[in-house]
């Protein structure tokens, strides 16, 4: 425990004291990635800020998804249904380590049925078990529980969404005419994948709870920290005029929501159990408007969540024009053959999961870096004679590794938590190590032929 202990300390006073806040993140890659397209390509500064700019439109359509499936989250994670039961799940740890372990195991296992679900119910779940145990005898370092439910993130593309094991396997995709399809049975649903998920899950589960710093530096959890959303009740009714009564009957909200989820399960029987980003959205929105307590009392509780996405509206754009740079002067094609000219057949997959990992810093979309890395990493694996479904796997796996030292995501984390970047990445940092060991090894087996 003490090893532990002892190489969390330095990587938390690293991020609390030079890290920079998401936004500056985002500026300083922006600023790295125009310099690189000027010097490593043929682009001219005119022609590198019009890929900029002209990038930065191309994920809107993604950035007011990820808003909807935030604010809806978040919306009904504060409905009163739902925190009776995040407040059994609180009571559950009858230690700090097992709170630890708790959050980061629920944190995984959401994470590998969606990885919104990771994001979200990690945090909600590190919300309820910090305001559960901070009446109980143990301290809990908040921190550092926050820290655990953003750990289970690092297997998300390891599971049912993720982007690029789902791009090859959908019939029509842009690289069909090259590798065909590859089933998910190769991918996500390999013995490979499915043993390296669980044992990132065990890590993550047994390593969180072993970083827990002594006593004295402990930061319990405030019952009033960011609570303002958890007051669920209605106001009086009495002397309200006719119009307020039918704005606040339940019956209006619970309409819609069975109309959404009627739509949901009309959308699975005709396409089968497809799991996308509009059907996780209109889930959220859906129960929670069955459980919300009136149409009003929704509003209130999806106001109360829009300021949970401030951050992302803003800083998405600015990643979309990063990808712009990166896909239009050729810069990502120039990182690549890098990789590729050190590679052989049994480290390409290594190597894709490397430049996965870089390329996730700068394109913080399991889609939009597949979009852009994947089509060169796929002509890499036909010139080595690899299969296909390693580099898929490679890049998978790096996008979702070095998440832990990307600020991006843990912005609705913290915007639920009630903290600041810095006071968790210090912890992510080793995860980030220890799984990077964990994926690199993975990818080294599978490229010697034991896929």
Known sequence: MKIFQALARPFVSFVERYYPDAFIFVIVLSLITFLSALFLTDSTFSSTLMAWGDGLPMLLKFTAQITIIMIGAHALAHTKPIQKFLTRIGQLPKSANQAYSLVAFTSGIASL????????????????VARECSKKSFKIHYPLLVASAYSGFVIWHMGYSSSAALFVATPGHLLEDRIGIIPVTETILSLNNIVLALAALLVITIICPLMRPKDKDVIQFNPGQNDNNENNSLNDKEGLTFIEKFENHRALNIFLGLALVTYIVMNYLQNG??????????????FGLILANSPMHFIKLINNAATTVGPIILQYPFYSGIMGMMATTGLMKVITDWIISISTPETLGFFAFLSGGLVNMFIPSGGGQWAVQGPIMIEAALSLDVNPSIVVLGVAYGDQWSNMIQPFWTIPILAIAGLHMRQ???????????????YGGGMLHMGNGNI
């Open 424 to 438: 968790i990445l210090g912890y992510t940092f080793v995860i980030f190590i220890i799984t990077g060991f964990l």
């Open 273 to 286: 159990f497809s799991l996308n980003l509009n059907i996780v959205s209109w889930t959220f929105l859906a």
């Open 113 to 128: 049925c969606a990885w919104s679900f990771g994001l979200v119910i990690g945090a909600i779940v590190a919300r309820s």
